[in-house]
């Protein structure tokens, strides 16, 4: 009861700040416990290794996620720490999400004359707050973190060179828009190129929205380009990285986009997993969206929803070829959530608030639950040896620092130099809680561990390492090494219940021809 009355107050209780005030630090207050809790992702430990070995550029994304890190791995920051990041990172965007919103609400008379001052900004922040994937960029830095403060600072300053450029028609100035906005806007183009490729998404957005609204004769002026010309330079340490590596991350981009063949149950399976992962309030946004357009074709509002229109229509179609993950289009429905609260505070305003309540009350219940889930890893008292909890995904998220130290121990007692995994998701957490031991990648595929660490060298020794919830046969071939012998074991505890097995091998003499 009283957590409803905190997220729904009564007119006469809405007090906007300092509800919403309340509403980050419940989100802040959560990420900090889990960030504490967990290891590093596969994910997480791949981009802190970038920072550990900073480059212009790296295999499979531009370098912003491991340059923002590099002064608290350089001082040997613990993972909490790190995490401290991505933490910013949300509360940020959360904050930029809350006064956009709002400012929306000012620019449209219709939203103006019948919301209530903060509710729209409100139900920017509950949205979030809401969103189970955007709790996973909350903890964890990924590219799409980055994305999500950089696209909303994207979003902004096409707003305010849109309505800069419609005041001076209103009061018949023939003066442009102040260079200061363009200026911004290439830096922010520059930030997202550096942050992930598909950030070319969301360049093509900002095109259209202004092309909407302020007609081609935009690109006579010399503003647009300045903002191109700033954003081309910020990038030039990716394209200089990949023309000295002949442009391997590019043929990785275009490779691993284009997926197999293409069904249109993928996209089916897309749109699901994504109303899964971001909550049924996106969907009850769009409605309110398109409601709001057919009533009243505002240029603006279709302008801006080309931030979520664009990454949408190409994420569905790579996943129609079975490239996609969740998290992927996480800073397009953050743009389409600060479109879409002024609608869901319209509808508050109006009375219709029961099923508003029944989607926030089922989001947050998923959130409660996946955060019960990781917890305890897996579902409260069923035994490891329960069907549900053989290949635990969450198991992924433990017992990683405890292998690194019995790997460096194992490693120095039998006088080996390198460590070796059969893939590259068990290479980026051995690599970083094993550090500084190199972690050689025995498998076909090319990657950034080739690049850092080469491939085995004729008749070497190594320590290798296996993992119970992704086993790899023992690498005893003529192409592989001549003899594996096992030396150590770790069972992996949480609460009582053991989550996996880490099992340590002495391999010697490789015959393989390297990759």
């Keep these: 009861m009283q957590t409803t009355k905190f997220l729904f107050p009564t007119d006469a209780q809405l007090r906007p700040r300092i509800s919403v005030r309340g509403l980050l630090l419940l989100g802040a207050l959560i990420h900090f416990g889990f960030s504490a809790l967990l290891n590093l992702s596969v994910d997480e430990a791949h981009y802190a290794l970038y920072a550990q070995r900073l480059a212009l550029s790296y295999f499979d994304h531009p370098p912003l996620v491991g340059w923002v890190q590099w002064p608290l791995v350089y001082g040997n920051a613990p993972d909490w720490v790190l995490r401290l990041i991505p933490q910013a990172c949300w509360w940020l965007a959360s904050v930029m999400a809350w006064h956009l919103a709002e400012k929306l609400r000012l620019l449209i008379p219709s939203w103006a004359n019948t919301i209530p001052r903060g509710a729209a900004g409100r139900w920017a922040v509950i949205s979030i707050l809401v969103a189970p994937v955007m709790h996973v960029l909350g903890v964890g830095l990924l590219p799409d973190t980055l994305l999500l403060v950089v696209v909303l600072g994207i979003m902004q300053t096409t707003l305010q060179l849109i309505t800069a450029h419609t005041k001076n028609i209103t009061s018949h100035s023939t003066a442009l828009p102040s260079l200061k906005y363009w200026l911004i806007l290439g830096v922010w183009l520059g930030l997202a190129g550096l942050s992930k490729y598909t950030a070319v998404l969301f360049a093509i957005a900002v095109a259209g929205a202004l092309i909407l609204n302020l007609g081609w004769k935009v690109l006579a002026q010399r503003g647009p380009w300045v903002a191109v010309l700033i954003a081309?330079?910020?990038?030039?340490?990716?394209?200089?990285?990949?023309?000295?590596?002949?442009?391997?991350?590019?043929?990785?981009?275009?490779?691993?986009?284009?997926?197999?063949?293409?069904?249109?149950?993928?996209?089916?399976?897309?749109?699901?997993?994504?109303?899964?992962?971001?909550?049924?309030?996106?969907?009850?946004?769009?409605?309110?969206?398109?409601?709001?357009?057919?009533?009243?074709?505002?240029?603006?509002?279709?302008?801006?929803?080309?931030?979520?229109?664009?990454?949408?229509?190409?994420?569905?179609?790579?996943?129609?070829?079975?490239?996609?993950?969740?998290?992927?289009?996480?800073?397009?429905?953050?743009?389409?959530?600060?479109?879409?609260?002024?609608?869901?505070?319209?509808?508050?305003?109006?009375?219709?608030?029961?099923?508003?309540?029944?989607?926030?009350?089922?989001?947050?219940?998923?959130?409660?639950?996946?955060?019960?889930?990781?917890?305890?890893?897996?579902?409260?008292?069923?035994?490891?040896?329960?069907?549900?909890?053989?290949?635990?995904?969450?198991?992924?998220?433990?017992?990683?620092?405890?292998?690194?130290?019995?790997?460096?121990?194992?490693?120095?007692?039998?006088?080996?130099?390198?460590?070796?995994?059969?893939?590259?998701?068990?290479?980026?957490?051995?690599?970083?809680?094993?550090?500084?031991?190199?972690?050689?990648?025995?498998?076909?595929?090319?990657?950034?561990?080739d690049i850092w660490f080469g491939n085995p060298e004729k008749n070497q020794n190594t320590l290798w390492v296996n993992w119970s919830q992704v086993p790899y046969k023992i690498p005893v071939s003529n192409q592989h090494y001549a003899r594996c012998i096992e030396l150590d074991r770790l069972l992996v505890q949480r609460l009582g219940r053991v989550t996996s097995t880490f099992t340590f091998y002495r391999c010697e003499d490789w015959l393989g021809n390297g990759k």
């Design 232 to 449: 081309s330079i910020m990038i030039s340490p990716v394209l200089i990285w990949n023309a000295q590596h002949d442009w391997v991350s590019f043929s990785y981009q275009i490779k691993h986009s284009s997926g197999g063949s293409w069904h249109l149950k993928g996209v089916g399976v897309f749109v699901g997993l994504q109303i899964g992962a971001f909550g049924p309030l996106i969907v009850a946004m769009i409605i309110g969206v398109s409601k709001f357009l057919r009533q009243h074709p505002n240029r603006i509002i279709w302008g801006l929803s080309l931030f979520l229109i664009v990454p949408f229509l190409v994420t569905a179609y790579m996943a129609g070829g079975g490239r996609t993950l969740a998290h992927w289009l996480a800073p397009a429905w953050l743009a389409a959530i600060v479109l879409g609260a002024n609608p869901l505070a319209l509808h508050w305003q109006q009375g219709r608030r029961l099923a508003l309540k029944i989607m926030v009350g089922l989001q947050a219940v998923l959130c409660g639950s996946a955060f019960v889930l990781i917890f305890f890893i897996g579902v409260p008292g069923l035994s490891a040896q329960h069907p549900i909890h053989q290949k635990n995904p969450l198991a992924d998220l433990w017992g990683w620092d405890q292998a690194g130290q019995l790997v460096q121990t194992l490693a120095k007692q039998q006088g080996l130099q390198t460590l070796s995994v059969s893939n590259w998701t068990l290479a980026s957490r051995m690599a970083w809680y094993a550090r500084p031991l190199p972690v050689q990648v025995i498998d076909e595929r090319f990657d950034q561990f």
